[in-house]
């Protein structure tokens, strides 16, 4: 079967770093993506990974390990517009579908 | 800059009715792609498309269909609403399958009645 597992949600305070983890087992793998989506808003693309290691974009960071069926979500410096919901979704299977984890609901506090 | 449109934010629809969503992308992308989003269960694949008259079934077919008549539109249908079919439905575009993002319209709030 397919699944995806990441914290429904989490807490974390306006100037530190926060990780968001996530887990998956599919039939296929051709990649990982991190979305980010504000309440009422549409998602947005924040991260791909491919191949096992880091990858940096400003204050965001995105790992993966394709042989523990892991990554995680890495965000530095946090603000209070950080607060949202963080998707995780996996790319696989013949026809490329993504398939999305259920997110993670991270509140910035002061 | 990028941009999927979609026809309505919100929509009330009664049971048994008829419902054309519609979605439009301006980027000449190749694939096209309609989600639900319900709270607890996350964005699931209703059916996507890779090609004009050309589309597939996602993981949620059952209740709807859909319609790709030129490359830059993608209509999802509602043949019969029912209570059940109340959502945010999504689309979103990407250039190809493999390694591109996907880009996501702002959502439609359908409640059926």
């Known amino acids: 079967g397919q699944n995806i597992d990441q914290p429904t949600e989490m807490t974390a305070t306006e100037g530190a770093i926060v990780q968001i983890n996530c887990t998956y087992q599919?039939?296929?793998?051709?990649?990982l993506f991190w979305y980010q989506q504000h309440a009422g808003e549409a998602p947005t693309f924040l991260s791909y990974n491919v191949l096992d290691g880091l990858e940096e974009k400003g204050r965001f960071s995105s790992f993966l390990s394709r042989s523990k069926g892991y990554s995680y979500l890495l965000l530095k410096e946090l603000q209070m517009k950080d607060s949202a919901s963080y998707l995780c979704?996996?790319?696989?299977?013949?026809?490329?579908?993504?398939?999305f984890g259920t997110g993670t609901l991270l509140a910035v506090q002061p | 800059d990028v941009k999927v449109t979609q026809s309505s934010r919100y929509l009330v629809k009664r049971t048994g009715e008829k419902v054309f969503l519609e979605c439009v992308q301006d980027m000449d992308h190749e694939n096209m792609f309609w989600y639900r989003q319900d709270p607890g269960l996350g964005l699931r694949l209703i059916y996507f498309?890779?090609?004009?008259?050309?589309?597939e079934k996602g993981d949620i077919p059952e209740g709807y269909s859909v319609s790709r008549e030129k490359k830059e539109r993608f209509s999802l249908i509602l043949e019969s609403a029912s209570t059940n079919q109340t959502s945010m439905y999504l689309c979103?575009?990407?250039?190809?399958?493999?390694?591109?993002?996907?880009?996501f319209g702002p959502g439609t709030r359908l409640t059926v009645t």
């Open positions: 979704a996996v790319q696989g299977g013949a026809t490329n579908k993504l398939i």
């Open positions: 599919t039939s296929g793998f051709n990649g």
């Open positions: 498309s890779y090609d004009v008259k050309m589309k």
């Open positions: 979103a575009s990407s250039q190809e399958t493999g390694g591109y993002e996907q880009y």
